[in-house]
C-alpha cells in the first residue's frame, strides 16, 4: 500500500484516529479492525472532507481499468464495512454520507489533513473476494430451516491468504442471473445457463456460444462428464413436475434421460457413476445410479436434516456432503460435513467448522474446498477456505485456510480433473421491504415502491393499527433489531436496538404492545429464546416469558384474546398459549404435530384465533397444500395449491378471508398466492428475477407490505490455490 508522508502520516476526527502510514484505524487508541478496501476509500474521503467523492473516482482508485469486478456490489459492501467500523447509519450518518446517484461525503470535522500532493492509497495485491432458494427464513408465519443451510456466523481460526488468481467469467446482469454452471474436466469451457437459453463459453477467449438443443428444452447444466463433450443436466419438463437429470452432448444430438424427481448430480471421477438427491425427498436422501441412468440405489436414508450436494473424493470411494441440524431458537442451522464409504456403507464425520455452507469439492490432491459464513458485520457474505483430507481416513487434518475474502455469497463449487481450477458462483443478495396498493376484491397488486433504502436484510413482520407505518427487523445495525417506517418516510424509526439479536415484531390483540424475540447470535452456543414486550408508543422493554427452541408467536385480533408461540425439538412442532401481561402459558397437546419437514413447521394464526394455517410441501406421496386446523375441535382439513414445486410462507389476510403464500415453481419462477378458505387460488404476483419472500396485508386492509430480494449471481474462477 502506498503511503502518504509522515509529516501527514495521522488524521482525526471524534474518537478515532487513522494512521494513514501503517494502514491503520483507531478509535480512543484501539486498533479498529478494517479490511484495505474500505481503508482505502477512508483515506480517499478524508483527504476531502465535505467533498463528494464520486463512485467513479472510487473505481478508478480501486478497481484499475483491466480489474473484471462487479463494481456496484462491491463498492456497496466496502462502504458497508466501513461504516460498520464507524459505527455510522446510512440513513442517521455522522462520518459518511451518501449523495444520491453521486458519490459519498465526509462529514465530520478532520484534524491533520494529508496534503492531495502526497501519494495515493493503493490497492494491495491479493484476490479480490449462498444466495440460495431456500434460505433460512426469518419467516412471516415461522422463523424456519430450509434445504440449504445459512449456517452459524463465525469463521474458523484465520490463516493468512495466499496468493492467488481470482477472476469474474460471467457478467450477467440482475435481470437474468445465471442459473447453473460447471467447468470443463480440462479448464477449458464454463457452460451455464440463463432465462435466456444454454451458453458455452470458452475461458481463454471469452467466446460464447449457445449449445444446440431441442425447442423448449430449457435444461441447466451441473456435472460434466470426463470426456469433456457430455454433461449431466437439470431439466423441469413441466410447472407441475419435478426436476429430472438428463445426459446432454454440447456437440449436438438429442438428450438422453437418465432419471426422474433428481437434483445437485454429480458425475464420478472415472465417469461411471451419478451420484445425486432425491427432490421432492423430505428426508433428504442421497442417491447413485449408473452414468445411463441404471441400478438406482439409495446410499442415504434421510431423517429430514438438509443436506447439500453430494460430491466424490478423487478416488471414487467415498461421497461426501454437507449436512445441517436445525436448532429450534436458532436463527440458523449448524453442518458439518459427512462422508459415505460406498464398500461399506459406513458414514463418519469428516469436518465440523461453525458457519460451514453447504457447497463443497474434493480436490485431486486431497485437499477439501468449502465455503464459511462471515461474521458480523459481514454476515450477508462468505468465502472459500481450504482443509487437507486424509485420503485413508477420508477426515480433515491440519488447520482450514481461507482463500478468498470479498463481498458476496458463495456456493455452487465445480472443479476441473486435476483440481487446480475452481469455478464458483458468487451471489449477491438483499431483501428490502416494499409497499404496494391492493384491490382486496380482486386481490390485484398495484405498483411496488421499496420502503427500506439502506443496504442490508429488512423482513416485515406487522403494521401499526393505523395502517401507516411497517414494522420490520433489519441487520443494519450489524445484528437484528426492530424498526419502524411510515410508508411516506425514506427513514425508520429504531423502536428496540442494543446488543442483542432481536426479531419478529408483532402486535398484542389489543395493538397497543409490540412483542418480539431475543434470539441467540450466531456464535451463542445456546437455544434460549426471550419473548419480550414494549409500548407501541415508546417504552422500556420487559420480559414476558423464555424457554427453549421457540421459533414463532403471534396473536389474534381482538375481541379474540388468544396469543401462541411454538417450540420446534426433534423434528415435532408444540404450540403454547400464553398470556403477553405476565407471561404465563401452557401447552396445547392436540396441536402437537411430527414431520421431518420444516416447511410443515410454516404456522399462521387467523386474526379470530379460532384457526392455525400450516403448509404441507409436495412430496413423492403428497401434493402442495394448505393445511387448516380448528382450534375449536382440531379438525384439519386441506386447502390444495396445485402448480407449485414449494409454499415458502404463509400469513392471514386482515379480514381473515384468505391466505397469502408464498410460492415458487422449479423453474425458480417467485410468486405470490391469495388462497380463499373455499379453496380459490389467484396468483398476485409473479417474479422470475427476484425472490419473493411473504407479504403481510395492512389492518384496513389497503395496502400489503413484502420482502422481495433483489441480487445478482455470476460465476467466479480461482486458479493457483
Known amino acids: 500500500m502506498a503511503v502518504a508522508s509522515k509529516t501527514s502520516r495521522l488524521v482525526r476526527f471524534g474518537v478515532f484516529e487513522v494512521d494513514l502510514k501503517d494502514g491503520e484505524l483507531r478509535k480512543n487508541g484501539s486498533k479498529v479492525r478494517l479490511q484495505d478496501q474500505p481503508f482505502q476509500i477512508l483515506a480517499l474521503l478524508l483527504g476531502r472532507p465535505g467533498e463528494v467523492v464520486t463512485r467513479e473516482e472510487l473505481r478508478n482508485r480501486l478497481w484499475p481499468a483491466d480489474t473484471f469486478v462487479d463494481f456496484d456490489h462491491s463498492l456497496n459492501a466496502a462502504i458497508r464495512r466501513l461504516r460498520d467500523a464507524l459505527g455510522d447509519a446510512a440513513e442517521n450518518p455522522r462520518f459518511v454520507e451518501t449523495v444520491a446517484r453521486r458519490g459519498y461525503r465526509f462529514l465530520a470535522p478532520v484534524d491533520g489533513i494529508p496534503s492531495r500532493t502526497q501519494p495515493e492509497v493503493a490497492e494491495a495485491a491479493g484476490p479480490k473476494n449462498w444466495l440460495t432458494i431456500g434460505i433460512v427464513a426469518v419467516a412471516a408465519a415461522s422463523v424456519i430451516a430450509a434445504i440449504a443451510f445459512l449456517a452459524v456466523r463465525r469463521t474458523p481460526t484465520a490463516i493468512a491468504l495466499r496468493e492467488s488468481s481470482l477472476r469474474r467469467i460471467t457478467a450477467n446482469p440482475a435481470e437474468a442471473p445465471i442459473l447453473n454452471g460447471a467447468i470443463s474436466p480440462d479448464g477449458k469451457y464454463l457452460t451455464y445457463a440463463d432465462k435466456t437459453g444454454f451458453y458455452l463459453r470458452q475461458i481463454a477467449t471469452g467466446e460464447v456460444h449457445p449449445v444446440p438443443l431441442p425447442a423448449g428444452f430449457n435444461a441447466r447444466p451441473a456435472s460434466w462428464f470426463p470426456d469433456g463433450t457430455h454433461l449431466v443436466a437439470i431439466w423441469v419438463a413441466a410447472p407441475n413436475d419435478p426436476p429430472g437429470l438428463w445426459n446432454v452432448s454440447i456437440i449436438g444430438g438429442a438428450p438422453r434421460k437418465l432419471t426422474e424427481d433428481a437434483t445437485s448430480p454429480a458425475v464420478s471421477p472415472d465417469g461411471s457413476q451419478i451420484a445425486f438427491l432425491k427432490a421432492r425427498s423430505a428426508s433428504q436422501e442421497i442417491w447413485m445410479m449408473q452414468s445411463d441412468g441404471g441400478n438406482p440405489r439409495r446410499i442415504r436414508a434421510g431423517d ?418
Open 304 to 721: 429430514g436434516d438438509p443436506v447439500g450436494p453430494p460430491a466424490w473424493s478423487p478416488d471414487g470411494k467415498r461421497i461426501i456432503y454437507a449436512i445441517g441440524k436445525y436448532h429450534g431458537g436458532k436463527q440458523a442451522v449448524e453442518a458439518v460435513v459427512e462422508s459415505i464409504d460406498l464398500a461399506t456403507g459406513q458414514t463418519q464425520t469428516v469436518l465440523s467448522v461453525p458457519g460451514l455452507g453447504s457447497s463443497i469439492a474434493w480436490t485431486a490432491d486431497n485437499k477439501l474446498l468449502f465455503t464459511v459464513a462471515e461474521r458480523p458485520p459481514s454476515q450477508d457474505d462468505s468465502n472459500l477456505w481450504k482443509v487437507d483430507v486424509d485420503p485413508k481416513t477420508g477426515k480433515a487434518t491440519g488447520s482450514p485456510v481461507r482463500l478468498t475474502s470479498d463481498p458476496g455469497f458463495v456456493s455452487g463449487l465445480t472443479l476441473t480433473a486435476d483440481g487446480k481450477c475452481l469455478a464458483f458462483f458468487k451471489h449477491a443478495f438483499q431483501p428490502d421491504v416494499y409497499v404496494a396498493a391492493l384491490d382486496s376484491g380482486s386481490a390485484h397488486i398495484g405498483t411496488r415502491t421499496r420502503l427500506t433504502l439502506d443496504e442490508r436484510q429488512d423482513f416485515p413482520f406487522s403494521w401499526t393499527p393505523d395502517s401507516k407505518e411497517v414494522l420490520f427487523s433489519s441487520d443494519r445495525d450489524g445484528t437484528f433489531h426492530i424498526f419502524r417506517q411510515a410508508i411516506d418516510r425514506a427513514t425508520p424509526e429504531l423502536l428496540a436496538g442494543g446488543n442483542e439479536q432481536l426479531v419478529t415484531p408483532r402486535l398484542t390483540p389489543d395493538r397497543s404492545t409490540i412483542l418480539y424475540m431475543i434470539t441467540p447470535k450466531f456464535d451463542q452456543s445456546t437455544n434460549e429464546v426471550r419473548i419480550m414486550r414494549m409500548p407501541l408508543a415508546g417504552g422500556p422493554p420487559q420480559l414476558v416469558l423464555k424457554d427453549t427452541a421457540i421459533n414463532n408467536h403471534q396473536c389474534a385480533v381482538l375481541p379474540a384474546t388468544l396469543c401462541l408461540f411454538s417450540e420446534i425439538k426433534q423434528h415435532a412442532i408444540r404450540f403454547f398459549r400464553f398470556n403477553p401481561a405476565d407471561g404465563t402459558s401452557e401447552e396445547m397437546p392436540r396441536l402437537r404435530r411430527k414431520d421431518e419437514n420444516y416447511y410443515s413447521f410454516n404456522w399462521s394464526l387467523s386474526p379470530d384465533g379460532t384457526t392455525i394455517a400450516m403448509s404441507n410441501n409436495a412430496t413423492d406421496d403428497r401434493a402442495p397444500a394448505l393445511r387448516l386446523i380448528s382450534l375449536t375441535d382440531y379438525r384439519e382439513r386441506l386447502l390444495p395449491v396445485p402448480g407449485w414445486a414449494l409454499l415458502n410462507n404463509i400469513d392471514w389476510s386482515s379480514d381473515g378471508k384468505s391466505i397469502w403464500v408464498s410460492a415458487a415453481t422449479a423453474q425458480d419462477v417467485s410468486a405470490l398466492l391469495n388462497v380463499t378458505l373455499t379453496g380459490r387460488v389467484r396468483t398476485t404476483l409473479k417474479d422470475d428475477k427476484m425472490k419473493i419472500g411473504w407479504a403481510i396485508q395492512s389492518p384496513d386492509g389497503k395496502r400489503l407490505a413484502l420482502w422481495q430480494a433483489s441480487g445478482t449471481s455470476n460465476i467466479w474462477m480461482l486458479e493457483n490455490f
